[in-house]
């Protein structure tokens, strides 16, 4: 396994925030979030969907319900459509990656998480974060629980670092653990994002002792994140989780 130059030392040593440092005003994966994140000196952990005309925007849910005073698929409308709609009830509204970019300006690591359509190709969102990133100087990495997602990156931009989200919920039968490796093994991923609730993991262990950087999502308490620092994870860190490892630090 080769890993960009410096993504083992990067990765493991900062704690992400988990889209963004958001509270009950804050809203998650929002440009106030970001900079609360690097004001903390925490990473940034956000989600990365596509607009229906090719860009790269920051938001979490498929829909814009949850989130927002709209409804309906984010991905139906445009990014100009998009980051005029606010988020929740406050002044912020939904960023584009290239936003983000803009206001992190290297200043924290990125982990990006690209939610994608299993019944569609992965190309066009992929492509858009690339684009959004070309030229970007900071320590970026892309992760997706699709593995064609680091698949595409390991082929159309291979200096990128890039890795695959991992949950072993509901699939802890012999085949599907048998599933679960043979997909860590084709993604061409060069880090692991693990649920949680699953470690320890011997397979996240066994990834580890290969020498593959590890991190864990999400912790939210104090018990969480010293599952997460004996497993040798990077915590991806939201609520009380963020005041454990404040606590520590």
Not at 1 to 28: C, I, K, N, Q
């Amino acid at each position: 396994m080769t890993l960009p130059a410096d993504l083992s030392d990067w990765l493991p040593a900062f704690a992400y925030a988990h889209r963004g440092l958001h509270t009950d005003r804050v809203p998650e994966n929002s440009l106030a979030s970001f900079q609360a994140a690097i004001d903390a000196g925490l990473g940034i952990e956000c989600v990365i969907r596509k607009s229906s005309d090719g860009r790269a925007i920051v938001f979490h849910d498929a829909e814009l319900d949850r989130l927002t005073g709209r409804s309906g698929p984010l991905v139906a409308r445009t990014v100009g459509e998009l980051t005029k709609i606010a988020l929740g009830q406050s002044d912020e509204t939904i960023p584009t990656l290239n936003d983000a970019l803009e206001v992190i300006g290297g200043k924290a690591p990125l982990l990006l998480e690209l939610k994608t359509d299993p019944t569609r190709p992965v190309s066009p969102l992929c492509r858009a974060v690339r684009r959004d990133l070309e030229g970007y100087v900071g320590q970026v990495a892309v992760m997706s629980f699709d593995p064609r997602v680091s698949q595409w990156f390991a082929h159309k931009a291979p200096a990128q670092a890039r890795g695959l989200v991992v949950s072993e919920q509901g699939s802890r039968t012999l085949l599907a653990r048998f599933k679960q490796r043979r997909m860590v093994s084709t993604s061409r991923a060069q880090f692991l994002a693990y649920d949680i609730r699953d470690l320890p993991s011997v397979l996240a262990a066994r990834c580890a002792k290969r020498g593959m950087p590890l991190s864990s999502w999400t912790v939210r308490s104090a018990a969480q994140l010293e599952t997460a620092l004996e497993a040798g994870c990077a915590p991806i860190i939201e609520g009380p989780g963020v005041a454990a490892w404040q606590a520590r630090s």
